[in-house]
T-cell receptor, first 112, second 114 residues
Framework: DTAVSQTPKYLVTQMGNDKSIKCEQN?????MYWYKQDSKKFLKIMFS???????INETVPNRFSPKSPDKAHLNLHINSLELGDSAVYFC???????????FGSGTRLTVV | AQSVSQHNHHVILSEAASLELGCNYS??????LFWYVQYPGQHLQLLLK??????LVKGIKGFEAEFIKSKFSFNLRKPSVQWSDTAEYFC????????????FGQGTTLQVKP
């Protein structure tokens, strides 16, 4: 069973569209994250939720809206997609006070 | 703000060569440090981590790292690399606040020639 699963794995879409990426973890972790990896492979935190509560929002455009219906899910909705949104988006989870993070396999978003 | 710096952006080695990748972090307090590996087209996998105790940390696949507090460093080493070690390597530090987020270095691309 995949611990942190993201769907879709690949997403190709046109500028201006709205799209969502889903993330689910079955580890019982209470904190989930979205990271963006740009074309230069640099990884940067975007959002973090702890028990469905937003705790990190790192100056991400408000076209990006995370939603956490429960602590096992953290979805990312992106409105009005732009070329610069093309990247690999990684979901991750951790347990507060614990010492590890588990990453999903990533979603490669290409905006054309 | 905390930061992580990886000095080597692109390293090319022949098989059996020894590897050392540099990592420096900026925070002077208690740190939790990680090295992750990303094989081509794949997700991040944890190689090793340091929280406390023995500053020489052993990880998977023969990797190890040494935490040197006085140098703010956490360099990754492997005595003899293999072609299958070709990947992107990321050093990371856990945010000193209570957000739990990881702050990553820029990454080092390792290319091992057979």
């Amino acid at each position: 069973d995949t611990a942190v699963s993201q769907t879709p794995k690949y997403l190709v879409t046109q500028m201006g569209n709205d799209k969502s990426i889903k993330c689910e973890q079955n580890l019982g972790h209470d904190t989930m994250y979205w990271y963006k990896q740009d074309s230069k492979k640099f990884l940067k935190i975007m959002f973090s939720y702890n028990n469905k509560e937003l705790i990190i929002n790192e100056t991400v455009p408000n076209r990006f809206s995370p939603k956490s219906p429960d602590k096992a899910h953290l979805n990312l909705h992106i409105n009005s997609l732009e070329l610069g949104d093309s990247a690999v988006y990684f979901c991750a989870s951790s347990l507060e006070g614990a010492r590890g993070y588990t990453f999903g396999s990533g979603t490669r978003l290409t905006v054309v | 703000a905390q930061s992580v710096s990886q000095h080597n952006h692109h390293v090319i080695l022949s098989e059996a060569a020894s590897l050392e990748l540099g990592c420096n972090y900026s925070y002077g307090g208690t740190v939790n440090l990680f090295w992750y590996v990303q094989y081509p087209g794949q997700h991040l996998q944890l190689l090793l981590k340091y929280f406390s105790g023995d500053p020489l940390v052993k990880g998977i696949k023969g990797f190890e790292a040494e935490f040197i507090k006085s140098k703010f460093s956490f360099n990754l080493r492997k005595p003899s690399v293999q072609w299958s070690d070709t990947a992107e390597y990321f050093c990371a530090v856990k945010d000193a606040g209570n957000t739990g987020k990881l702050i990553f270095g820029q990454g080092t691309t390792l290319q091992v020639k057979p």
